[in-house]
């Protein structure tokens, strides 16, 4: 498989997660394939065709990509007295990940998504 179609096949599928991520103010744990788990970012974004990017890890090609670690909960800062209210979107991420034809794997409280398309 060569990386021009891992990047056409994968596009919708990380455009979707990236859509439910974002909608949500979910948390992304990046794995890459040579350099294993990156740090958890807020959010996870595509910044152009074949690439995807979060905080703690800069761009990356799909083609780097094992697999994205979803939070499924979101720590909402209320204020300074206040403790962070804690939401939890997962049966609604369970629900928009299938309906959008995501894979994905339950890992605890942990939503795995695989990059079914990578190549090694």
């Known amino acids: 498989m ?8 994968s596009g919708p599928m990380w455009e979707a997660v990236a859509s439910i ?3 949500n103010h979910l948390e992304v744990k990046v794995v890459l ?4 788990p990156q ?6 974004f595509l910044p152009t065709d074949g690439y995807g ?8 090609s799909f083609k780097e990509l ?12 209320i204020g300074v007295r206040v403790p962070n209210k804690l939401i939890d979107y997962t049966e609604s991420l369970l629900q928009e990940l299938t309906d959008c034809g995501v894979a994905f794997e339950r ?12 190549t090694t």
């Open 107 to 118: 890992r605890g409280e942990l939503i795995a998504v695989q990059n079914i398309f990578h």
């Open 66 to 77: 094992k697999e994205l670690i979803i939070n499924p909960i979101e720590s909402r800062r």
């Open 33 to 36: 394939i040579d350099y294993g």
């Open 39 to 44: 740090d958890w970012s807020p959010g996870f």
């Open 53 to 60: 990017e979060a905080k703690s890890c800069g761009p990356f």
């Open 2 to 9: 060569d990386g021009q179609r891992v990047d056409q096949e």
């Open 21 to 23: 991520t974002k909608k």
